[in-house]
């Protein structure tokens, strides 16, 4: 966050800060706490080794009937950091070329913290609620079957910075 705030020499109440790909919210909370004037938007975490994947697919089975995405349900088998047609088109003449910064951390992270994020997604958090709560039982049981009581979790945050022309 720092690292933004020096680029731009941000003066925190100067204007609009949003937060793309916002996740669970964390480094949204810390710019709050700097920002008069925030908005967050949406997640995705970075899983590495083949159990994970597995449990991700399995968690994926769960609440794929429940999604819904302008671009089709298939958008969430792909990752959207790959996608990059947004940094393209008309509008973008106007503003410098995107520099690129990654920030990695890790997280210890237990079995209700994976139920409550997914919990906290919109599009669970919209399903009436007798599926809501049917959905994340059946998220709870398979970390539960899947032994997952407590792990860390891997989290990347893409920071693209620029500046009007």
Do not use: N
């Not at 800060?17 to 995705?44: F, I, S, W, Y």
């Not at 990695?104 to 409550?116: K, L």
């Not at 919990?119 to 809501?132: H, K, M, N, Q, V």
Request: glycine share 6%.
């Amino acid at each position: 966050m720092d690292a933004a705030f020096e680029y731009w020499r941000l003066e925190p109440a100067g204007g609009l800060v949003v937060d793309l790909a916002a996740g669970t919210g964390r480094l949204t909370a810390q710019l709050a706490k700097r920002c008069p004037h925030l908005v967050a938007v949406e997640p995705v975490a970075e899983i590495e080794d083949d159990e994970q994947k597995r449990l991700r697919a399995a968690l994926r089975d769960i609440v794929a009937p429940h999604i819904y995405h302008p671009k089709g349900k298939d958008q969430f088998t792909r990752d959207p950091r790959d996608e990059r047609d947004w940094q393209t088109g008309r509008g973008w003449e106007m503003f410098e070329p995107l520099e690129y910064r990654a920030f990695f951390h890790e997280r210890d992270t237990t079995r209700a913290d994976v139920v409550g994020l997914i919990g906290s997604w919109s599009f669970i958090g919209a399903l009436d609620e007798p599926t809501r709560a049917d959905v994340l039982r059946r998220v709870e049981q398979l970390l539960a079957e899947s032994g997952v009581e407590k792990y860390v979790q891997r989290w990347r945050c893409d920071l693209y910075l620029t500046r009007r022309r």
